[in-house]
């Protein structure tokens, strides 16, 4: 028997299946309540496909993605993904494969080039992530020295370590949007940002809770500078000195390593269509030379 037969209803299945996702997003009512249709229309416009079919498919399989969510985290800091969820992620990875597989079957491009393409059409929401979220972290780092030096000139002028941290909430960017999220959480939870003899303080193990070298080492130092007293401003100033000089020499390890990083994309964009384009005709002449 013949396979290819099946392979339209196949491709008219999964294209049903998907609009019918799409489609059950739109809830019919008959309610004459004003408050009832802006609460759907809102509930609408709030979860699209993605996140229902990622949320969805998270609540029947059980799926964590801890990893996923971290880096959710860190993208929202951003600013980008507002009012997302990691679920819209992994909808649109299922939706990305769904419509390659789709084009697949419709048209019988059935080849291991097309399947890399599916494969990698998948892969890209959660590199578009990975991405966003690592550029994020790399706006945290850069804004450590300036929220230090910051926090110390403040501690000059006689503010208690608090005030200053709270003052250099105010910078822009994404540090000052995690050290606002700190205070709030803190007076939330009716806790101190720094430790006072044996009571933890809430600074350390909340920004340590985003898994950042920096940052926690930002926090553990600005949690020993507050205990210091009068030392304090003097620690403070040689703390965002230091951070200063190491932020310094990992931007010049990493410019180090540029050359290495920027060895392959240089091959792949340069060096091999320039050695096609030299090798293919002159293995056309040679092939047709027999």
Same mark, same amino acid.
């Given at each position: 028997? $013949? ?6 209803? %196949?491709?008219?299945?999964? #294209? ?9 997003? =739109?809830?019919? !009512? ?30 029947? %399989?059980? /799926? ?20 997302? !969820?990691? &679920?819209?992620?992994? &909808?649109? @990875?299922? %939706?990305?494969?769904?419509?390659? #597989?789709?084009? #697949?079957?419709? =048209?019988?491009? =059935? ?8 494969? /990698? ?10 991405? *966003? ?6 706006? @945290? ?59 933890? &303080?809430?600074? @350390? ?5 985003? *898994? ?37 020499? $990992? ?14 994309? #240089? ?8 050695? %096609? ?12 030379? =027999?």
């Amino acid at each position: 028997m $013949d396979y290819r037969q099946f392979v339209p209803f %196949l491709a008219a299945g999964l #294209i049903a299946g998907l609009a019918y996702l799409f489609l059950r997003g =739109f809830k019919l !009512t008959f309610s004459r309540s004003p408050s009832a249709r802006i609460e759907a229309f809102a509930e609408t416009r709030r979860r699209g496909l993605a996140d229902r079919l990622g949320e969805a498919l998270i609540d029947h %399989l059980g /799926l964590r993605l801890e990893a996923w969510k971290h880096e959710f985290r860190w993208a929202q800091l951003g600013g980008h993904y507002q009012g997302q !969820t990691v &679920g819209g992620v992994l &909808g649109r @990875v299922v %939706l990305f494969a769904g419509l390659g #597989i789709a084009y #697949i079957l419709l =048209f019988h491009a =059935f080849s291991l080039v097309f399947a890399g393409a599916v494969l /990698l059409l998948a892969y890209y929401p959660y590199m578009q992530l990975r991405s *966003r979220a690592g550029e994020v972290r790399q706006m @945290v780092k850069r804004s450590l020295p300036e929220a230090a030096a910051l926090i110390a000139a403040e501690m000059s002028a006689d503010v208690s370590a608090e005030n200053a941290l709270v003052r250099s909430a105010s910078l822009p960017g994404p540090l000052g949007v995690l050290l606002r999220e700190a205070i709030e959480h803190a007076q939330q939870a009716g806790r101190l940002l720094f430790s006072r003899q044996r009571t933890p &303080g809430f600074l @350390v193990p909340y920004l340590a809770g985003l *898994r950042l070298p920096q940052l926690e080492a930002f926090a553990a130092l600005m949690d020993m500078v507050a205990s210091k007293g009068a030392e304090g401003p003097r620690q403070m100033a040689n703390v965002a000195r230091g951070l200063a000089r190491d932020y310094r020499m $990992d931007v010049s390890r990493q410019a180090e390593t540029l050359d290495n990083k920027l060895l392959m994309p #240089i091959s792949v964009f340069f060096f091999v269509p320039f050695m %096609l384009a030299i090798f293919i005709p002159l293995l056309v002449s040679i092939f047709q030379m =027999f």
